[in-house]
């Protein structure tokens, strides 16, 4: 997802996200609208989910948290303040952590993901790339895009490429057992964290620095998972 944690309500499958957002460009976006547009779009595909013979419905619940650049405030001090945040907030799975610029020096490309982190661009974020994002994250451990997308109205998985039009990808029952929530609520859990850290804070450039360390908190997932 990006990361997040799923639980249970109900019928329902909760999968919670919180985004913090940062940036010499933040002042150009809404980010509650880009948190808002990865939640209908994932609200869209009315997901459903079977766990111990019990269907539940699939709900995701996002929100952004902009933390903007006071005024004076170098780009060093800024993003040095970020990863100070991070720290404090180290190990709840739940929050992610996204740069908001107008270009990416260092990729072509722009927009990026890793985990729990990234790097997006002011004209990507109102579109699919932003919930195509969120998927990547959630399961860039162990999963990539699908190879045989084409055609308009493909999943939200797929990669945006010649043979697709990327605003017109959409989220299906397939992208949501991606993220195998069955897997990761079985046997009477009642909570899971889906996803995993990558703990990156970008800076404008589009270089990176670690925050907390990942290894052994991705480990600790991965066995409460039971992976």
Known sequence: MESGVAYVRGNTIVVESKFYFYGSALDKVNVKKIALNMQNVWNAARGT?????????????????????????????????????????DGNIKKNWIRIEDVNPSDSKGTKTAQNSGFWLTSDVYTTDAPHEYWEGMTMNGKQHLEDCSGDGTRISCAENGNINGDTRKVTQDDIDDLKLGTLLKDGRKSAPVGF????????????????????????????RGQ
């Open 197 to 224: 850290f990558g703990n990156k804070v970008y800076w404008k450039d589009g270089s990176d620095t670690h925050g907390p360390d990942i290894k052994e908190k991705n480990d600790k997932l991965k066995s409460q």
């Open 49 to 89: 989910v079977t766990i111990d013979e019990k269907k539940y419905n699939v709900e995701f619940k996002i929100m952004a948290v902009p933390i903007k650049q006071n005024n004076g405030e170098s780009d060093d001090d800024y993003t040095g303040r970020i990863v100070k945040k991070m720290q404090n907030e």
